[in-house]
């Protein structure tokens, strides 16, 4: 980790722009005042607890919050894959969904909590299919009426699957592209959505960082446009979790083998001339089986590209 400390030294002290890491928000009786931009990012524990750490993306980083919002959400020890859970309240609680990876098959989830967190009721585990220990991510995205699924697949094939709703109410998956050359892939987060393609930021093996775009409609085989960020230090993060700032990323970089986790500014993305800003090591450890983007219903859709 030596090398990525220094590199995010690096970065602190040179290319970085004033107002990267703030979003923009008014106050009564006063002009736009920047606030920090924040990042919850969840996972599954050992114990199959749905948890929520909140960060400030401030130079050093500030844990705002650390909770278990349900307890016992997953059988223990059991869950290797989530994709970003959303939440929102509702009929006086507050109602989560997603989608995980129990053994080796697909869950789609639901359940309830008092807002904020708490004892968990209405629970409900629908299991999609088996075959996911043949995967190594899996993610969620919705922009206006269209939802997309997507996933790494071991052998460095990514999946595209548009979710869609039969005549009865009922969802399914319509497994509609692919495309192969990623697996040399470690890490990625969902940083973009738009009608028509999302993109995901990338840790490669051989250390490079990357932005890789993917129609969400089309042929089967899919074209990606993929764009190097960095060339070099990334491949020691093996998970990646991402949440919009403005027109950038709040990204936070976890190494599992030291639990060790890093948070870095991202600006919009454009190649080689994207900005970043290393903000120093979190708080904490990160040692849990999976991890995720926690999205509010109501949070805009990522722009970090």
Request: charged share 15%; net charge positive; proline share 4%.
């Amino acid at each position: 980790m030596r090398t990525l400390a220094k590199y995010g030294g690096l970065m602190a002290a040179g290319v970085l722009t004033t107002g990267l890491l703030t979003a923009v928000t008014a106050t009564a009786g006063q002009g736009k005042v920047k606030a920090p931009c924040t990042i919850s990012v969840g996972s599954v524990t050992a114990r199959g607890d749905h948890r929520m750490q909140t960060f400030s993306a401030t130079a050093p980083v500030t844990k705002v919050a650390d909770k278990i919002v349900g307890k016992d959400i997953f059988a223990d020890g059991q869950t290797t894959l989530s994709a970003a859970v959303r939440y929102g309240p509702g009929e006086g609680s507050e109602l989560h969904t997603g989608q995980t990876v129990v053994g080796s098959v697909l869950y789609d989830f639901s359940y309830r909590t008092p807002v904020g967190g708490g004892t968990v009721s209405q629970k409900v585990l629908t299991r999609v299919g088996p075959g996911w220990q043949n995967y190594r991510s899996l993610d969620r995205s919705s922009f206006g009426s269209r939802t997309t699924e997507w996933s790494l697949r071991n052998d460095g094939t990514m999946d595209r699957r548009t979710v869609k709703t039969d005549a009865g109410g009922h969802l399914y998956r319509h497994y509609d592209g692919w495309q192969s050359n990623f697996r040399g892939v470690k890490g990625l987060a969902l940083i973009s959505q738009t009608a028509t393609y999302d993109t995901f930021l990338m840790t490669h093996s051989t250390g490079r960082l990357y932005t890789a775009r993917f129609p969400v409609a089309g042929g089967h085989i899919m074209q990606s446009t993929v764009k190097p960020i960095r060339m070099s230090t990334w491949q020691v993060f093996e998970t990646l979790v991402a949440a919009p700032c403005g027109q950038g990323s709040t990204v936070l970089a976890i190494d599992k083998d030291t639990g060790a986790g890093y948070l870095y500014s991202v600006g919009h993305a454009n190649g080689l001339a994207t900005v970043i800003k290393g903000l120093g090591k979190v708080p904490g450890s990160f040692t849990d089986p999976a991890y995720f983007s926690w999205r509010k219903y109501t949070d805009p859709p990522p722009a970090g590209e």
